[in-house]
């Protein structure tokens, strides 16, 4: 029976890297039928909304999206249309792998690092926002749960024995925000009593910053809060040559959402020069999600064959290829 999967070509660069992505998809016999939907710019301009009912529902229906970078315009609609599709399919663990590619920008040449973030609450949940009259004082509710640490925790560790991963580090701020970083380091304890073959280790998030930059290869596994896996997980993304080396995923109970993380880049848009890398990989998670985990490392050595031999790549590679050159190129290696 086919898998159809939900496409949302996204803005900007999107629609390219999605077509490159697709064409790579294609090229490994896959049975997916593709339902293409709308979301951000390109949804505000065909039907006003940014994120319009039939494209929850599609995905709702089909259980796995894959999606390009969407634009949330300033001042308009939601504070982040990520967000939302976030909170509305309770997709709540965001999983952020970066590993080393020989032939990037790369600072570090053995980073295999897996950032896995609670992507429902914490300081991204945004409730009780309010700012006075004179626009001189703001607040922000921060909301962290024992169940939604747990849940996420348990999640990290059980992907770290499934990996055959080593080590879990559980990220917090404890020490200065004692009620909602507090509960997720006590749970994350409690947690990790349960799996005794992980080594487990808690580092406050500044020094885990400095780390990261200083000795990254004491790193396994990082489980944390939403804000600081965010951040964590883009200086993690640096250590391996940038965001567009940078798969994610987005794991709920039903649904499954893989993106690349990195912006719409509008600059580029039309220029068909966008490297692909990051959704190309991103596509990878998804097909190891459903099962083909096989067909996922053939994508990856391919990628990894088109960086060490510097075969048509693209501007931010070094090279002056255009994107579809660059599939080309890992298609070969297919």
Known sequence: MSQKITIIKGDGIGPEI??????????????FNYDYQLAGLAALEETG????QTTLDAIAKNKICLKGP???PVGKGFSSINVAMRRHFKLYANVRPVV??????ARYDDIDILTIRENTEGAYLS???TINEDRTVAESKIVVTREASEKIVRYAFEIAQKAGRKKVTAVHKANIMKTTSGLFLE??????KEFLDIE?????????CMQLVMNPGQFDVIVTTNLFGDIISDLCAGLVGGLGMAPGANIGEEVAMF???????????GKKIANPTALILAAALMIEHLGYAEKAQKIRTAIKGVLLDKDRLTGDLGGSAHTAEFTDSVISRL
């Open 49 to 52: 909304d940014l994120l319009p």
């Open 200 to 208: 487990f280790n808690t580092l406050i998030v500044d020094n885990t």
């Open 18 to 31: 999605m077509d490159a992505t697709l064409r790579v998809l294609d090229h490994l016999d896959l049975d």
């Open 259 to 269: 993106e690349a993380v990195h912006g719409s880049a509008p600059d580029i848009a």
């Open 70 to 72: 969407l634009t949330t």
């Open 127 to 129: 409730d009780g926002q």
């Open 187 to 192: 749970v994350a304890q409690e947690v990790a």
């Open 100 to 105: 080393t590619f020989e032939g990037t920008k």
